[in-house]
């Protein structure tokens, strides 16, 4: 099919992949349900099978130029993430959220850096930057499970604020371990090329606020439903539109948008509103980065590999569990946080791609191939071992499970978004 698409026009090409991405995700899911797994385990899955490296159902170049889609997923995603972040909340979790991140990021960074090193007597600048980029977590196929079993609760409002800000964390962690390796290594990258991502991410935070700010102005009590959807889209359009062209992840600018909207409206309508839009760009999202997974790129995984996919596990997990301790969180928060972290994907590729750059060629090589092999994995397995942070948690309540798995629609709107809160002490 794929070489079919290819003789047609750009309309038909466009078209016709779209309807194969949607429609094989929304398939595969009925045999992801079978298993139960997450809807977002079957897209991936599905992508794997009809991209350029299996089936090859869709053209290599469609695959190559829906880049955007990301963006845009991720925007709504965060946006959604933001209202999680109402001042309540975060007085409730206070300074715990911060000591469980800083945990939990620096832990994995760690144990990788020191794992690597003294294991396979690796560079210190080679193994500073893969424990920098271990610090990374993907938020997005977590969210979206979440938002599939309709998870809530204390553990649910933790995990989306620690997952926010765990990307603060990995961009000054990298930004240090750069600064160390181009020292040391030598002129491939300049100083304002590891200090500007973290100035753009400042100024998108600041985008981010003013334009929640402008929201909350926007919508008027004679607004009409479609137009707050129509002005809430532009402006999630338009910063992921200026974080691109920064070359930055929309993640925390969109979330600070959501977040400075609940906390000065307390509008939740508008959150659902937009929930009920995001489902079909939610499903091409995951479709298109399982078409982007090479599931070639296993074979050169390696044991250095290896064994940086299993110590960050490790380090994410144990990392939570101490700074659950610390924070002295409930012990559903304590045991099952670190499952709930193990995805990894966009930002870490990226520093990635940032971080052969500085090392020698060889070395930015294996750098790039053990992060991009090992997404794959984190990938595939991330969204199952959220939801059975979230079933043992107790954020997953089991009538709404026994209902899921009879097919049956919960009645998620009815569910109040902030109950069995417990408090974490800072």
Excluded at 69 to 94: H, N
Excluded at 148 to 157: D, E, P
Excluded at 327 to 344: E, F
Excluded at 367 to 388: D, F, M, N, Q, R
Aim: aromatic share 8%; hydrophobic share 50%.
């Amino acid at each position: 099919m794929g070489n079919l698409l290819n003789h047609s026009n750009d309309t038909t090409i466009v078209l016709s992949s779209l309807s194969v991405i949607l429609l094989s995700g929304f398939l595969f899911t009925r045999i992801t349900k079978l298993a139960k797994l997450p809807n977002v385990t079957g897209y991936i899955v599905a992508g794997v099978l009809i991209g350029p490296y299996i089936l090859n159902l869709i053209p290599h170049e469609m695959v190559e130029n829906m880049g955007f889609i990301s963006d845009i997923a991720l925007a709504f995603i965060a946006f959604g993430v933001g209202r999680f972040f109402k001042k309540e909340a975060f007085k409730e979790t206070g300074m715990g959220v911060i000591v469980i991140t800083l945990s939990e990021a620096l832990l994995a960074g760690i144990f990788v850096t020191l794992s690597v090193h003294y294991i396979f007597h690796l560079s210190w600048g080679f193994c500073l930057l893969l424990g920098a980029i271990a610090t990374a977590t993907a938020p997005a196929s977590t969210m979206v499970t979440i938002r599939q079993y309709h998870a809530r609760g204390n553990f649910v409002n933790t995990l989306l604020q620690v997952v926010a800000l765990d990307d603060a964390v990995c961009l000054i962690a990298f930004s240090l371990a750069s600064a160390y390796v181009s020292a040391n290594v030598g002129e491939n990258i300049s100083v304002s090329e590891i200090t500007m991502p973290i100035v753009y991410n400042i100024g998108a935070l600041v985008i981010g606020f003013i334009s929640g700010a402008i929201l909350s102005k926007l919508m008027t009590p004679k607004r009409s439903e479609d137009n707050r959807l129509i002005l809430t889209i532009s402006l999630l359009l338009g910063i992921a539109g200026l974080c691109a062209a920064a070359d930055i992840s929309p993640l925390l600018s969109c979330m600070l948008f959501g977040a400075t909207y609940i906390n000065m409206t307390k509008d939740k309508e508008l959150y659902k509103q937009v929930e009920r839009f995001t489902p079909p760009i939610l499903s091409i999202f995951f479709v298109v980065s399982g078409m982007s997974l090479d599931i070639s790129s296993f074979s050169t995984l390696g044991v250095i590999g290896v064994t940086y996919f299993v110590i960050r596990i490790a380090g994410k997990y144990l990392g939570a569990y101490l700074g659950c301790m610390m924070a002295k969180t409930p012990k559903a928060i304590r045991n099952y946080l670190g499952l709930a972290l193990i995805p990894q994907a966009g930002v870490a590729i990226g520093l990635a791609f940032l971080g052969r750059r500085v090392l020698p060629d060889s070395m930015g090589n294996m750098l790039l191939t053990i992060i991009l092999s090992s997404s794959v994995l984190y990938e595939l397995i991330g969204p199952a071992c959220a939801k059975i942070a979230l079933i043992y948690s107790g954020s997953i309540k089991k009538d709404k499970l026994s209902a899921h798995r009879k097919k049956i629609e919960p009645a998620a709107e009815s569910a109040p978004e902030d109950q069995n809160t417990i408090k974490i002490s800072s």
